[in-house]
């Protein structure tokens, strides 16, 4: 079971938003292009890059999705309290 893992991130209040995004994604369009344009995580400045961190380390929806999910495509849009997120996992180890 993987301890760790990396990924990046695309945080927005509203569930369409992140839907559009994803859509966009789905596309083709360069993931950390669109964090640097619309993410409301202070990650959306590096691409929403949130480095390597700790199973259990994020809410637990996020956590689920990153630790589950599938690497190197988008996932979401996921909920949290924080808001909605497109994720992408990079790795996990």
């Not at 344009?37 to 999705?65: N, T, V």
Request: proline share 4%; charged share 25%.
């Amino acid at each position: 079971m993987s301890k760790k893992a990396a990924a990046l991130h695309i945080l927005v209040k509203d569930k369409t938003q992140a839907t559009t995004i994803l859509a966009q994604l789905k596309q083709g369009a360069n993931f950390q292009a669109l964090a640097k344009k619309y993410s409301q995580c202070p990650s959306g400045k590096r691409g929403g890059d949130l480095g390597e961190f700790r199973r259990g380390d994020m809410a637990p929806s996020f956590d689920k999705a990153v630790f589950n999910g599938e690497l190197l495509r988008p996932l979401g849009p996921i909920k949290t309290k924080f808001g909605w997120h497109i994720i992408k996992v990079l790795y996990r180890n």
